[in-house]
Structure formats: structure tokens, C-alpha cells
């Protein structure tokens, strides 16, 4: 055995550090975190000074069995989690659940996996930094308390299952305001002029533009009217050296939005490539504020960038980090070794790999040097100047390697940058062609991934850390979708004068199309509206900043952290006691107009299964009629006309094979209906252009896809794709297809009845003992049994008379109650039945309030 225990958080890590040390150290693996709070209320004793209890997760306990053993045995224990306070927290998380004693643990970080940075840390140990451990378990319980009490809220005044969090909800306000911003945004028109003219030396031609804009159509046709018959000059020209410097190495910040610029990738995609190169010790930690570069890269850099492109391309520079609480102890991301200009792995890997290279070089390469000119060129018929910029590269410098991108809208024409021919002060410049472009102006854009990391970061909100999930967070709780939309055409003036004529003539173009852009969903906005409205603290931008600073302060030792969150959570604690008893339930209801037919309010609102238009009052003797709204509508923008048009749904066609055909709106989407079977209409479809002709088409496309491929035992197998990949379908059996071994499209009869076969044994040997009338069964599970009670997954506890884990043959006789008592510490209330409230008293009916007809 050896006599160095050594524990990181990952296999791979492990992996790549267990070859730079002798055989007497043992690397090992914690997977992460080894242990969590417990789930309810007993998790945190806000009394005793937010005391934690925590409890290893069945997923955990051999991993926990087998560390405690070798811990045991080893002379030394070290731990070498991640530098961050996540990480120093699973090493204090380590040392408690292992049981280690201080004269037997050292405590070690390093900023890369490279052999070098590995020994200088197994010589330079320390002790666990209880600042950073106390600052990871502040977030960790003020995020646990605000979860635990602002759900049941959203639970019983807004929609059941909704949850909410700090940083995520101030996430998902940044985006219905920028949202909103965007809806209420009045775009004016301005017309633009450009024009082209000849030196009349051959083909070069000189591109310039007219600094100020006409707001009206009149005055730009009068400009270039007056410029049918004029003479141009250049009556200014300078030229001026110019330089470019190049962009700061990559935070973890800056990597994300430069990858998903560059590269197209998500926030959590370009985390876990990064990760994956981290952890084969490519690059240096990739969580991190830092725009700082270690002595050893700066000579690193220097070094490749004289062999690989000469000594005039060098240039050192030092970074200095401007985000608030960044650790200028830690190191920007950088490759380990800067003569590695790309790496083995997934494509992925290698394309983030270069960005990382690339930008890490050229933050130590000289600038690159320009040559800008400026002419004004005037017409004789009118007083204004046209511009012409252009600008020659002179030296290439970083350029040679790396340009950084932005967020800006590159549809607007630049006309800057070009190279302009020999020009003089005084020449005489030949017009070719003047026109006058009808421009709308442009609201703000809606944020990207990458743009709204940028945005947090910039109001000081959350930390490197907490970027990736924080967005993976609100998209899953489906408060904000990422998606695409189509823009709408729209009709603009071009007035061009040419060979003295000016002809007037209107075209179109698509404007308002969207990439990738984060939009907030319905009940997004109702749930973001709600916290707005009864607790501002939470949303609140510079709150959530101060709260972020008060972790980093309690991390440099500055703060007590108990003592932070008491101030926090005792006001907190207050507005949800008040908000629970006081605020009317909120669904965002708006009051569209008057149904025609009807004479009745038509309202639009957020409902228990979704957006939705309702006609008529809930208190009048005849129900209001409900009609859900499509994927593409929303109620922050439905009109009155497009909810009347949303009750002709749903309405049938002829029937087909003697089975019903109609088309309607559920909960799901748009579907056509024919018989007993749901068949979604294709994404972006509307369901009221649907014709008979359509549905059929639709209906005979769901026959081919469900028609069997094969027969097994009697039963037809079909196969699709779902949320999980490729899948074969048996007897109410789902079968998902390996990615390995198996060609989907070209599925043998033995490939099936392997699957299969394979499929029924695991169902077989699935359930131990199961009640079917009370929704309770014991089952095998990857880590044991389990109780499974309704959709709910449970701990199946040790035998109370032996105080050891249940056998097969204890397991065949274990009683109902015996499990239903284990189902009961577990969820307290699992058994009760609701008890019906009082019928109210009928209040007087009140008043209507009835829109006007327009």
C-alpha cells in the first residue's frame, strides 16, 4: 500500500496526475462532492446559527467506503480538490467524512496539471482555508433558504412546481426587461447617403458617406436632386498612423462569450470542453477572473512567439483585471505549454484548445500598425462634407494570430476599413452613383448566452462558477427559451441619383430575425413580475451584487458569515410570511377587449397548464371558454383578433379510414386528432391552415413511422427518436438504441431480438415487491434497492432488528407498513389525505368591468 494518499475530484484528473508521482503516492477520485444538505427542513437549524446537516447520497457511499479504507491506511492524506472555494469546500467536506486528522492531511492547490505545478505543490502544502469554506457554505445555505422559501410562494400564488433562486431570478429579470425594452421600442426612419466616385484613373472608385441623416424623404430627394449637376472636390485629406492592442488572455468570462462568438458554442458546452481539457492538463484552471499570466507563461510565450513568427512580433505586456473581487493570485486560462499549438481529442476540443492558444499568444505580440485617411469630399451645390475612410495595414502584428469578436450587429453597413486609391487635396472626384437608403433605427438586442455572462459580470453578479448553470437553469425551468425566430418584411425607400437622374423606388426586407437569442417564456414573465413586485431584494441588481461581495469579504476573512446571513434572511423570512397571507394569486391576466359576438371580455393570462385566452367572467353563472395559446404567441403580445381566431379551434375535417379527423391546441402544441391518436404538428406549423389534404398527409406520415420494422413473440416493434436518442418499442417497452454496436437505419433481426431479450431480462430482475394499488414497489437500482413510491425515488433504510442492510430473501417478506413507515420519514405528509376546505360564503357578484368597443 502506499503511503501517500492523494484525492482530486475527478477520474481524469486523476488519471493524469497518478503518472507524474512515484509509486508512493495512490491518486484517487472523490467524484465531486461527497456529501450534501439533506433534503427538507431539516437541512438547516437557522436557530443555531444556520447549523448544517449534511448526508452522503447513495450514489456516494462505496466511493465514501473505499476512501475511509485507503484514508486508514495511508501515512498522509492530501487533498488536492480545485482551487476555487467549491473546491476547498470538498476538501473541508473530505476531512470531516473521512474522519482525518489534521497532523495526518495536507492541503494542496495548483493552478495546472503539469508535472512541475503537481511536485511545487506537493512541496508547498497548507492547511484547509476555512474563510473559503465558510464563504462556499454562506451561498450554499442562503441559496438552499431562498429556494426552499420562495418556492411553496410561486407554489400557491403563481403555478404548482415552480422554484426560484437568487441568481437565476435576477437572470431571467435582466432578460424580461431587455424583453420588453425590445416590444415597446419605436422605430424612426432616416435616410442615409452614400455614394461612389471614379478618379477617373481607370477602375478605382472612392466609397463615402454623408455623416448626418435626413429624417425625412423630401429633404434626401432634395440633396441628391442637388447633386444631379455638381462638381466634387476633395477639400480635406489626412493621414494619421493608427494601432490596434490586443485583447486580455481569456477569463472564464471572456472564453465564454468568445467561444460562443467564434465557435457557436453554449455556455455549459464550452465548461465542459474546458473542463475535459483541464483535466488532461492542456490548459490551466478554466474558472477563473484573473487576466493574469505567471512569470513561467510570460518567458513561455516569448519564447514560441520569437521561434514561431520573430523576435518583432514580441511584445510583454502585463493585464490587470477590472471586475470586482477578482483573485490576481490566480491565472488567466492559457495553454500549459505554448508550443503546442493544437492537441489530440474531439474536434471540440481542439477548436477550444486553439482559441485559448491563440488568444493567449497574442496578448504578448506587438500591436498592429495602420495607416488611417480621411477625405472630405464637397459638392458645389450644397454645403455638407462626404466622408471616405480607409485604412492600410502596415504591420500585422497580433492580427497574425488572433482577432477578438463583439456583440454588435454586423448587418449595418461599414463603410470604414476599406483601402482608399492615391488621393489629393484639391482633386476632382467623378460621381457614379448617389443613393438615399431609408434606415429604421434599432431596439436593443436581445441578449445571447454569451451577452448576458457579459452583463452579470459586469453588474458584479455571480462568479465564474456559477455562469454556466445559472443559464442552464432558467432554460430548464423553463422561465427562458433559446431559440431562433423569423423576422417579419418590411417595406423601405431607395432614392438613387445616377448618369443625373433620380428615380425613387421601394423595396423590402426582413428585419427582426433572431439567432440564438434568449427570450423569456410566459410564465417567465409572470413569475418575474411576481418577485418583483413582493420581493425586490431578490431581483434586485445591485442587492445581488452586494450579497456577492459580502461572500467575497467572508472568503478574505472580512465577514462573519453567520452574521451575513442573519441580516439577509431575517427581513427575507418576514416579506414571504407577508407575501403568503397577503398577495392576490398573480397569472398576468390582460384585458384584450370585447368579444363581438359575445359582448363578453376576452382576457389573456397564464393558467395551470399553460398561456391561455379566456372570453367571460369566472364569477358569472355561464363558464368562461378557454382556448390555449400556440408555441408561437404569447401574452405579453396577443392581439383581440388573434384570440377570437384561437376558439375555431379545434374544428374537424372529413373523416379518414373511418376513423375522426380534427385539429386543435392542447397542452403540448398544435395536433391533428384522428381517432384515439395525438399527432403534433410540425414546429412552427399553424393549426388553422391546416386542410383535409394536410392532416392526411400528416396522419400517413405517423403510419409509416409507427408501422412495425419487425415482430418479436407476436408483438410488432416500431422505433423512433426521442428526448433520449434512438429507441425500438415493444410491448410498451422503450428500447434505446447504443450508439455503439448498432446501426439505427440498418437494425438486423438479430440486432432486435438481442435488444429486446436484453431489455426483458433487465424488467424482470427490476422488481423486488411491488403494491400496485397503493403506487409503491421495491426495485433494483444501479446503486441498490430502492423504494419507488409514486414518481418519487426513496431510501430504503437498514433492518430495524439486525441494523443492517436488508438481504434478498428480508426483502421477499418485508411488510407493507414496514415500508410505508420508511416512506413517511422520508416525506412526511405522503399518506395524508387533503381534507376539503369550507365551503366560502357567495360574495355580493361584483361589478364588471367591460371594455369599450373600439
Given at each position: 500500500m502506499a503511503k501517500n494518499l492523494l484525492i482530486v475530484e475527478s477520474p481524469a484528473k486523476a488519471k493524469t496526475i497518478e503518472g507524474y508521482l512515484g509509486k508512493d503516492f495512490l491518486v484517487k477520485s472523490s467524484y465531486g462532492h461527497i456529501r450534501d444538505l439533506v433534503k427538507g427542513d431539516m437541512a438547516i437549524d437557522i436557530k443555531n446559527d444556520f447549523a448544517q446537516t449534511y448526508e452522503v447520497p447513495a450514489d456516494k457511499k462505496n466511493v465514501v467506503a473505499e476512501l475511509k479504507k485507503l484514508a486508514k491506511?495511508?501515512?498522509?492524506?492530501?487533498?488536492?480538490?480545485?482551487?476555487?472555494?467549491?473546491?476547498?469546500?470538498?476538501?473541508?467536506?473530505?476531512?470531516?467524512?473521512?474522519?482525518?486528522?489534521?497532523?495526518?492531511?495536507?492541503?494542496?492547490?495548483?493552478?495546472?496539471?503539469?508535472?512541475?505545478?503537481?511536485?511545487?505543490?506537493?512541496?508547498?502544502?497548507?492547511?484547509?482555508?476555512?474563510?473559503?469554506?465558510?464563504?462556499?457554505?454562506?451561498?450554499?445555505?442562503?441559496?438552499?433558504?431562498?429556494?426552499?422559501?420562495?418556492?411553496?410562494?410561486?407554489?400557491k400564488k403563481v403555478k404548482p412546481s415552480l422554484s426560484a433562486g437568487r441568481v437565476q431570478s435576477v437572470a431571467v429579470r435582466l432578460i424580461v426587461d431587455r424583453e420588453r425594452e425590445v416590444l415597446n421600442f419605436n422605430a424612426s426612419a432616416a435616410y442615409k447617403?452614400?455614394?461612389?466616385?471614379?478618379?477617373?484613373?481607370?477602375?478605382?472608385?472612392?466609397?463615402?458617406?454623408?455623416?448626418?441623416?435626413?429624417?425625412?424623404?423630401?429633404?434626401?430627394?432634395?440633396?441628391?436632386?442637388?447633386?444631379?449637376?455638381?462638381?466634387?472636390?476633395?477639400?480635406?485629406?489626412?493621414?494619421?498612423?493608427?494601432?490596434?492592442?490586443?485583447?486580455?488572455?481569456?477569463?472564464?468570462?471572456?472564453?465564454?462569450?468568445?467561444?460562443?462568438r467564434k465557435l457557436g458554442f453554449s455556455v455549459a458546452r464550452t465548461m465542459q470542453v474546458a473542463q475535459r481539457l483541464y483535466e488532461a492538463g492542456k490548459i490551466t484552471y478554466m474558472r477563473t477572473d484573473s487576466v493574469n499570466l505567471s512569470e513561467t507563461a510570460v518567458n513561455a510565450a516569448a519564447a514560441e512567439i520569437k521561434s514561431a513568427y520573430g523576435e518583432k512580433y514580441h511584445l510583454p505586456r502585463v493585464y490587470k483585471t477590472k471586475s470586482a473581487g477578482a483573485q490576481e493570485a490566480h491565472e488567466a486560462i492559457r495553454p500549459t505549454y505554448f508550443d503546442r499549438h493544437t492537441v489530440d481529442g474531439d474536434i471540440s476540443e481542439r477548436r477550444l484548445y486553439e482559441l485559448i492558444w491563440k488568444r493567449s499568444i497574442a496578448s504578448q505580440m506587438s500591436e498592429a500598425l495602420f495607416e488611417k485617411t480621411t477625405a472630405q469630399i464637397t459638392?458645389?451645390?450644397?454645403?455638407?462634407?462626404?466622408?471616405?475612410?480607409?485604412?492600410?495595414?502596415?504591420?500585422?502584428?497580433?492580427?497574425?494570430?488572433?482577432?477578438?469578436?463583439?456583440?454588435?450587429?454586423?448587418?449595418?453597413?461599414?463603410?470604414?476599413?476599406?483601402?482608399?486609391?492615391?488621393?489629393?487635396?484639391?482633386?476632382?472626384?467623378?460621381?457614379?452613383?448617389?443613393?438615399?437608403?431609408?434606415?429604421?433605427?434599432?431596439?436593443?438586442?436581445?441578449?445571447?448566452e454569451a451577452s448576458l455572462v457579459k452583463k452579470l459580470e459586469e453588474l458584479g453578479i455571480g462568479r465564474p462558477s456559477t455562469y454556466a448553470p445559472t443559464i442552464s437553469t432558467v432554460q430548464n425551468r423553463g422561465y427562458v427559451v433559446k431559440e431562433d425566430r423569423d423576422g417579419k418584411q418590411r417595406k423601405f425607400t431607395s432614392i438613387v441619383l445616377a448618369n443625373g437622374q433620380v428615380k425613387k423606388e421601394i423595396k423590402s426586407e426582413i428585419?427582426?430575425?433572431?439567432?440564438?437569442?434568449?427570450?423569456?417564456?410566459d410564465i417567465g414573465e409572470v413569475v418575474n413580475d411576481f418577485l418583483v413586485e413582493h420581493f425586490k431584494g431578490i431581483v434586485d441588481f445591485?442587492?445581488?451584487a452586494k450579497v456577492e461581495k459580502e461572500f467575497d469579504e467572508i472568503a478574505q476573512g472580512l465577514q462573519e458569515w453567520t452574521k451575513m446571513l442573519h441580516s439577509f434572511y431575517n427581513p427575507f423570512h418576514t416579506e414571504v410570511e407577508t407575501t403568503l397571507e397577503n398577495a392576490e394569486r398573480a397569472t398576468g391576466e390582460r384585458l384584450l377587449g370585447v368579444d363581438p359576438a359575445t359582448g363578453k371580455n376576452v382576457y389573456t393570462k397564464v393558467g395551470k397548464f399553460g398561456p391561455l385566452v379566456q372570453i367571460g367572467e369566472l364569477d358569472e353563472e355561464e363558464k368562461p371558454r378557454y382556448a390555449s395559446l400556440m408555441r408561437t404567441q404569447s401574452v405579453a403580445t396577443i392581439t383581440l383578433d388573434e384570440a377570437l381566431e384561437l376558439f375555431k379551434l379545434p374544428f374537424q375535417l372529413p373523416d379518414f379510414e373511418g376513423k375522426e379527423v380534427m385539429v386543435g391546441v392542447g397542452r403540448f402544441g398544435p395536433y391533428?386528432?384522428?381517432?384515439?391518436?395525438?399527432?403534433?404538428?410540425?414546429?412552427?406549423?399553424?393549426?388553422?391552415?391546416?386542410?383535409?389534404?394536410?392532416?392526411?398527409?400528416?396522419?400517413?406520415?405517423?403510419?409509416?413511422?409507427?408501422?412495425?420494422?419487425?415482430?418479436?413473440?407476436?408483438?410488432?416493434?416500431?422505433?423512433?427518436?426521442?428526448?433520449?436518442?434512438?429507441?425500438?418499442?415493444?410491448?410498451?417497452?422503450?428500447?434505446?438504441?447504443?450508439?455503439?454496436?448498432?446501426?439505427?437505419?440498418?437494425?438486423?433481426?438479430?440486432?432486435?431480438?438481442?435488444?429486446?431479450?436484453?431489455?426483458?431480462?433487465?424488467?424482470?430482475?427490476?422488481?423486488?415487491?411491488?403494491?400496485?394499488?397503493?403506487?409503491?414497489?421495491?426495485?433494483?437500482?444501479?446503486?441498490?434497492?430502492?423504494?419507488?413510491?409514486?414518481?418519487?425515488?426513496?431510501?430504503?433504510?437498514?433492518?430495524?432488528?439486525?441494523?443492517?442492510?436488508?438481504?434478498?430473501?428480508?426483502?421477499?417478506?418485508?411488510?407493507?407498513?414496514?415500508?410505508?413507515?420508511?416512506?413517511?420519514?422520508?416525506v412526511p405528509n405522503a399518506f395524508e389525505t387533503k381534507k376539503k376546505a369550507p365551503a366560502k360564503k357567495k360574495a355580493a357578484p361584483a361589478k364588471k368591468v367591460v371594455a369599450k368597443k373600439k
Open positions: 491506511e495511508a501515512e498522509m492524506v492530501w487533498l488536492a480538490s480545485d482551487e476555487d472555494r467549491e473546491g476547498e469546500a470538498i476538501s473541508w467536506h473530505l476531512f470531516e467524512t473521512l474522519g482525518l486528522k489534521v497532523e495526518k492531511t495536507k492541503r494542496i492547490v495548483f493552478h495546472e496539471i503539469t508535472k512541475p505545478a503537481i511536485l511545487k505543490a506537493i512541496d508547498s502544502p497548507r492547511g484547509i482555508d476555512y474563510n473559503l469554506v465558510n464563504a462556499q457554505q454562506a451561498r450554499r445555505v442562503l441559496d438552499r433558504l431562498v429556494g426552499f422559501e420562495l418556492s411553496p410562494v410561486l407554489w447617403i452614400t455614394a461612389q466616385f471614379s478618379t477617373g484613373k481607370g477602375k478605382e472608385m472612392v466609397k463615402a458617406e454623408l455623416p448626418q441623416r435626413f429624417e425625412n424623404e423630401a429633404d434626401a430627394e432634395k440633396f441628391l436632386q442637388d447633386c444631379a449637376n455638381a462638381k466634387f472636390d476633395i477639400t480635406s485629406l489626412e493621414t494619421r498612423p493608427a494601432k490596434r492592442n490586443p485583447a486580455a488572455p481569456f477569463t472564464t468570462s471572456t472564453l465564454q462569450q468568445e467561444a460562443s459638392a458645389s451645390t450644397r454645403k455638407e462634407h462626404l466622408v471616405a475612410e480607409g485604412e492600410v495595414l502596415k504591420f500585422d502584428g497580433f492580427l497574425k494570430v488572433y482577432l477578438e469578436s463583439t456583440d454588435d450587429d454586423e448587418n449595418e453597413e461599414k463603410e470604414g476599413g476599406a483601402i482608399l486609391p492615391p488621393l489629393a487635396k484639391g482633386q476632382e472626384l467623378f460621381l457614379k452613383e448617389m443613393q438615399a437608403t431609408e434606415r429604421y433605427s434599432r431596439p436593443p438586442a436581445r441578449y445571447t428585419t427582426g430575425a433572431e439567432k440564438s437569442k434568449l427570450f423569456p417564456t445591485n442587492f445581488t391533428v386528432k384522428w381517432g384515439e391518436s395525438f399527432i403534433s404538428l410540425p414546429k412552427n406549423e399553424e393549426p388553422l391552415s391546416v386542410t383535409y389534404e394536410r392532416a392526411v398527409e400528416i396522419i400517413r406520415e405517423k403510419m409509416d413511422a409507427d408501422a412495425p420494422i419487425a415482430f418479436y413473440e407476436g408483438l410488432g416493434v416500431t422505433k423512433g427518436k426521442g428526448r433520449f436518442g434512438p429507441f425500438i418499442k415493444w410491448n410498451d417497452l422503450f428500447i434505446n438504441i447504443p450508439a455503439k454496436g448498432y446501426d439505427f437505419d440498418n437494425l438486423t433481426r438479430e440486432d432486435i431480438n438481442t435488444l429486446i431479450g436484453k431489455k426483458v431480462e433487465k424488467e424482470a430482475n427490476r422488481y423486488i415487491k411491488t403494491w400496485d394499488a397503493e403506487k409503491i414497489s421495491i426495485e433494483n437500482g444501479r446503486w441498490g434497492p430502492f423504494i419507488r413510491f409514486g414518481k418519487l425515488m426513496l431510501k430504503l433504510r437498514n433492518n430495524e432488528a439486525t441494523k443492517q442492510k436488508y438481504t434478498p430473501e428480508e426483502l421477499a417478506d418485508i411488510e407493507l407498513e414496514t415500508v410505508k413507515k420508511m416512506i413517511v420519514e422520508q
